[in-house]
Nanobody, 121 residues
Framework: QVQVVESGGGLVQPGRSLTLSCVAS????????MGWYRQAPGKERELVAR???????EYADSVKGRFTISRDIPKHSMTLQMNSLKLEDTDVYYC???????????????WGQGTQVTVSS
């Protein structure tokens, strides 16, 4: 059984930084893609950043230059370093990992439970 867990959310003032972490555990052969999404109440979930194996990280325009995504492949983990946070970054942030449990199987998306990030003065 596979599990994806986020951590690191909280309350922070505008202009400050926060780091989110995500770890996948269970039966894992390969994780081709890991990423972060965020969602505000009443709105659709939107991509923040993602890393596809062998490619450069991708970022939403709204976070380029402020957020940095990174992965530790052997540890099945990922972080999102968020700098210069703005009020509009307030959301619930979700980690998603596309996980291949065994060689030759089709990867499946696993989502974390979400972690709240609140930017407020």
């Amino acid at each position: 059984q596979v599990q994806v867990v986020e951590s690191g959310g909280g309350l922070v003032q505008p202009g400050r930084s926060l780091t989110l972490s995500c770890v996948a555990s269970g039966t894992i052969y390969n994780i081709p893609i890991m990423g972060w999404y965020r969602q505000a109440p009443g709105k659709e979930r939107e991509l923040v950043a993602r890393i596809i194996s062998g490619r450069s990280p991708e970022y939403a325009d709204s976070v380029k230059g402020r957020f940095t995504i990174s992965r530790d492949i052997p540890k099945h983990s990922m972080t999102l370093q968020m700098n210069s946070l703005k009020l509009e970054d307030t959301d619930v942030y979700y980690c998603v990992a596309e996980i291949q449990s065994h060689y030759g199987t089709v990867p499946v998306d696993y989502w974390g439970q979400g972690t709240q990030v609140t930017v407020s003065s």
